[in-house]
């Protein structure tokens, strides 16, 4: 191997995604992210609700941890089997912590001055936003590492933060001379539901923060709500076209395509097949039914599991000691690597 050659990571597969608790999931999350976490859960993945992630905004701390049963909820109510996958509140392993700290140090100003995310929640205040919320992709690039985790679930917009993972992965191996040490991990985001856009706009990232609640459909939505919220989604005048091109000068139909694709599991293609000369009167209320069909049932299912928080308490626990036993001793190597001082011939076996 040449000098310019990293070693290549050997190590098992290993799937890893988060979600924060910082309000109430929508239909974005559910096709960019939580349906995904179902289809791989044979690979039994780890999947953490990424509090430490949701403080760098304001919490109410009165608050915080019921929102964090309620993800765990959402991704049991998902279809997400805790005998398969491990479920966890991120603040409940320390090596995450302890491991963003160590690649604060590692990941440069530079890198993350170039991230949009932290513009965009930053806004035109950035001197008032917390630290936490300028160095949150270095401790995302924990998350992953810590589990030495190869493949990422994610929506769209975390596209930008798995390439820092990347760059983080690959200056610490090569800072510290050990080559593979940690994979670059690689996201796992296509398919049509990687970027659901708003119902009101379709230039506009579907989102929690959006001050219209008719701009998104939750997942804990009732059918009415769902049916009223698509009946009265933007659209235009024209009928659907019959290929892909001719959609993109139209972000309100593209986006609806998008989200019967995802809904049913077909491509945009498939639909417009199905679809194209049609007007949104027949459109729309065919979205209407997979999207109840689909949504409906995850609601209902998340409104009862909450109701037994000792249970979700359970899988979380659970799910916190199964992730600290694969994390535990990935940070016992990184801080050995780091050269941090440890007891005298300790782990010398
Ligand atoms: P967050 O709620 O920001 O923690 O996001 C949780 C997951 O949902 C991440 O994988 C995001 O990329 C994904 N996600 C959030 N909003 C959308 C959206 N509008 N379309 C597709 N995926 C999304
Ligand atoms: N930043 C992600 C989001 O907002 C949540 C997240 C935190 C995450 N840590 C992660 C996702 C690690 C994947 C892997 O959606």
């Known amino acids: 191997m040449t000098e310019s050659t990293p070693a290549p990571y050997v190590g098992p597969t290993r799937v890893l995604s988060g979600i ?8 974005g999350n559910y096709l960019g992210a939580l349906i995904k976490f179902v289809a791989l859960q044979d690979q039994r993945p780890y999947l953490f609700v990424a509090d430490l992630h949701a403080i760098t905004v304001w919490q109410d701390p009165a608050k915080l941890a019921e929102q964090t049963r309620e993800i765990a909820a959402a991704y ?4 997400l089997d805790p005998a398969k996958a491990s479920i966890f509140p991120q603040s409940a392993v ?21 991230m949009t995310q932290f ?8 001197e008032r936003s917390s630290v936490g919320l300028y160095t949150y992709p270095v401790l995302q690039a924990a998350d992953i590492l810590v589990y030495k985790a190869t493949h990422v679930p994610v929506g769209e917009d975390q596209k930008q933060h798995l390439e820092l993972t990347r760059d983080v992965a690959a200056k610490f191996n090569h800072d ?32 929690k923060s959006d001050p219209s609640d008719y701009s998104r459909i939750n997942l804990t939505d009732d059918a009415d709500a769902i049916a009223q919220k698509i009946r009265k989604a933007k659209t235009d005048p024209e009928p659907l076209p019959d290929n892909l091109e001719a959609l993109k000068a139209r972000p309100e139909a593209d986006n609806l395509v998008g989200i019967f694709a995802a809904l049913s599991g077909e491509t945009k293609e498939a639909v417009l097949a199905r679809f194209s000369g049609q007007g949104f009167g ?3 209320p065919a979205l209407v039914e997979v999207a109840v069909e689909t949504l409906a049932p995850v609601g209902e299912r998340m409104r009862r599991l909450m109701q037994d928080p000792a249970e979700i308490d359970r899988i979380l626990a659970d799910g916190a000691q ?10 016992a190597e990184v801080r050995k690597i780091v050269g941090f001082w440890a007891p005298r011939g300790a782990g010398l076996a």
């Open 20 to 27: 924060q608790p910082s309000g109430a999931l929508h239909l």
């Open 322 to 331: 199964q992730a600290s036993e694969v994390a535990e001793p990935v940070l």
């Open 76 to 79: 049991v109510a998902a279809g």
């Open 176 to 207: 510290f001379a050990q080559p593979g040490f940690f994979p670059l991990p690689e996201p796992l985001i296509q398919g049509p539901g990687a970027r659901v856009m708003s119902l009101r706009d379709g230039t506009s990232k579907m989102s």
């Open 94 to 114: 320390r090596a995450h912590a302890e491991l963003g700290w160590i690649f604060n140090c590692v990941a440069r100003l530079g890198w993350l001055d170039r």
């Open 119 to 126: 513009k965009e929640k930053s806004g035109k205040h950035k």
């Open 282 to 284: 027949a459109f729309k």
